[in-house]
T-cell receptor, first 112, second 113 residues
């Protein structure tokens, strides 16, 4: 089974600052997708950003961007200009044709 | 619709009782997934469907858990004889293809007392 590792159980950032959440994964597949999901206290899972493995360009969605290093199997999420509403659990996820796995999550706190 | 609809939002069952959860995937999405999220936040994969066929059931505790996705009906996840450790939030998700992202439902919080 593929594994997804988020090595930071908790992270904290000052409002308006930038924070990077780490994610590494293990796979022997060449065709797969990577995702970051946000889970606020409401428990709703919200897709933040996605990256297709075949694309070299890093995905960007407004204040959210990724640093995808395929050879290193690394997929970090950068949140710029952090806002109080960004406070949540963030899950990194990997999906291939036969498998989807989630990391253990990183709890992000945003300080005013 | 454009959302994955899960019902009920909350369910309380006495230990040993049956629990049944429902999920209506987004129209046109062929794949349905069930996950269990316990208090530690870890997502445990239970089962997936491709249309009404089981695609992957490697995560299912088969002795008490069962699931179905029948045509023209919401998908269901049933737990016979619930145990305290079944208390969790159960998420359903759907996707249009075998790869790509999921859309999650809002979850059903099951509390076994």
């Amino acid at each position: 089974a593929q594994t997804v590792t988020q090595s930071q159980p908790e992270m904290s950032v000052q409002e308006a600052e930038t924070v990077t959440l780490s994610c590494t994964y293990d796979t022997s597949e060449s065709d797969y997708y990577l995702f970051w999901y946000k889970q606020p206290p409401s428990r709703q899972m919200i897709l933040v950003i996605r990256q297709e493995a075949y694309k070299q360009q890093n995905a960007t969605e407004n204040r959210f961007s990724v640093n995808f290093q395929k050879a290193a199997k690394s997929f970090s999420l950068k949140i710029s200009d952090s806002q109080l509403g960004d406070a949540a659990m963030y899950f990194c996820a990997y999906r291939s044709r036969d498998d989807m796995r989630f990391g253990a999550g990183t709890r992000l706190t945003v300080k005013p | 619709g454009e959302e994955v609809a899960q019902t009920p939002k909350h369910l309380v069952r006495g230990e040993g009782q049956k629990a049944k959860l429902y999920c209506a995937p987004i129209k046109g999405h062929s794949y349905v997934f069930w996950y269990q999220q316990v208090l530690k936040n870890e997502f445990k994969f239970l089962i997936s469907f491709q249309n009404e066929n089981v695609f992957d059931e490697t995560g299912m505790p088969k002795e008490r858990f069962s699931a179905k996705c029948l045509p023209n009906s919401p998908c269901s996840l049933e737990i016979q004889a619930t145990k305290l450790e079944d208390s969790a939030v159960y998420f359903c998700a759907s996707s249009p293809a075998q790869t790509g992202g999921y859309t999650f439902g809002s979850g059903t919080r099951l509390t076994v007392v």
